[in-house]
T-cell receptor
Framework: GQQVMQIPQYQHVQEGEDFTTYCNSS?????IQWYKQRPGGHPVFLIQ?????EVKKQKRLTFQFGEAKKNSSLHITATQTTDVGTYFC?????????????FGKGTHLIIQP | DGGITQSPKYLFRKEGQNVTLSCEQN?????MYWYRQDPGQGLRLIYY???????QKGDIAEGYSVSREKKESFPLTVTSAQKNPTAFYLC??????????????FGPGTRLTVL
């Protein structure tokens, strides 16, 4: 079945440093989604990428979808303490279905002030 | 005030007991999902339902059961057959096949601890 892998599992940064997490799927994805989960909270949708090579920005966050639609990345510029949490990528197992999402294990971002 | 509610937030049960977790949504979404999250891990799909009175097993359905008698509700029962039930359980919904996106909206979750 479809597998989604994320690296690194944990990332410690000093406040103000940049952060990047990488996501790779074993199969081509129709779209990829990113979610953020704060400590003790639930996943919250951040963004969806659909097109090959797509790049989207949300303030300090930059999301990329690979040309082959099998990998993606999330880059945060100048991290702040509010960025703490776990970032998950997720993709649907098939196009247009409502079968749920396959999630990566997430990257835990820890920020030291 | 639209959204997904889950109750209770924390749940304790004795080994060998069945327990039912509640999930309600007023987003008028067709599809609903149950995920399990273990510490430091990602989310794994337990069951999902694309329409009322129909549901399918996810990747880790053994030891769980669900029902979908109403569009708004998708309760999950953790049975005594589930060998490692202690986890964080998340319910989610989306528009389903009638919608244009797979984006999922999550409830606040229920933390189940088996004593």
């Amino acid at each position: 079945g479809q597998q989604v892998m994320q690296i690194p599992q944990y990332q410690h940064v000093q406040e103000g440093e940049d952060f990047t997490t990488y996501c790779n799927s074993s199969t081509t994805l129709s779209n990829i989604q990113w979610y953020k989960q704060r400590p003790g909270g639930h996943p919250v949708f951040l963004i969806q990428l659909v097109k090959s090579g797509e790049v989207k920005k949300q303030k300090r966050l930059t999301f990329q979808f690979g040309e082959a639609k099998k990998n993606s990345s999330l880059h945060i510029t100048a991290t702040q303490t509010t960025d703490v949490g776990t970032y998950f990528c997720a993709g649907p197992p098939r196009v247009g279905g409502a079968d749920g999402l396959t999630f990566g294990k997430g990257t835990h971002l820890i920020i030291q002030p | 005030d639209g959204g997904i509610t889950q109750s209770p937030k924390y749940l304790f049960r004795k080994e060998g007991q069945n327990v039912t977790l509640s999930c309600e949504q007023n987003l008028n979404h067709d599809a609903m999902y149950w995920y399990r999250q273990d510490p430091g891990q990602g989310l794994r799909l337990i069951y999902y339902s694309q329409i009322v009175n129909d549901f399918q097993k996810g990747d880790i359905a053994e030891g769980y059961s669900v029902s979908r008698e109403k569009k708004e509700s998708f309760p999950l029962t953790v049975t005594s057959a589930q060998k490692n039930p202690t986890a964080f359980y998340l319910c989610a919904s989306n528009e389903g096949t009638s919608g244009s996106t797979d984006t999922q909206y999550f409830g606040p979750g229920t933390r189940l601890t088996v004593l």
